[in-house]
């Protein structure tokens, strides 16, 4: 069993930045970061291995910068839009899989979320 916990959440202006944390108890294979707007469906955002290895979304690259620190991941956030306004999930997975997958199936854990709000 894994449970997940985020911190960061925040309202910010447009062109700000914000870094958002997950702890993870036990040792997660696989952790991501997912967000779900207001009226509209979960989407990923970013994933990493505990090798490093990491996935994004295209919305994401450039912008968003996903790490890990052993059963803790961050998620860096610049020049942050209106758009990117959404409630933030963590999830993980124990697992093995060969990639740092951004499909929600392949998550076992989910934490309860930190929201981000940009401001115009």
């Known amino acids: 069993q894994v449970q997940l916990v985020e911190y960061g959440g925040d309202s910010v202006q447009a062109g700000g930045s914000l870094r958002l944390s997950c702890a993870a108890s036990g040792s997660p294979y696989l952790m991501g970061w997912f967000r779900q707007a207001s009226g509209k469906e979960r989407e990923a955002v970013a994933a990493i291995l505990r090798d490093a290895r990491q996935t994004y979304a295209t919305f994401a690259t450039g912008r968003f910068t996903i790490s890990r620190d052993k059963d803790r991941i961050y998620l860096e956030m610049n020049n942050l839009k209106p758009e990117d306004t959404a409630m933030y999930y963590c999830?993980?997975?124990?697992?093995?899989?060969?990639?740092?997958?951004?499909?929600?199936?392949?998550?076992?854990?989910w934490g309860q979320g930190t929201q981000v709000t940009v401001s115009s």
């Open positions: 999830a993980a997975r124990q697992g093995v899989i060969l990639w740092a997958s951004l499909l929600e199936k392949d998550y076992n854990y």
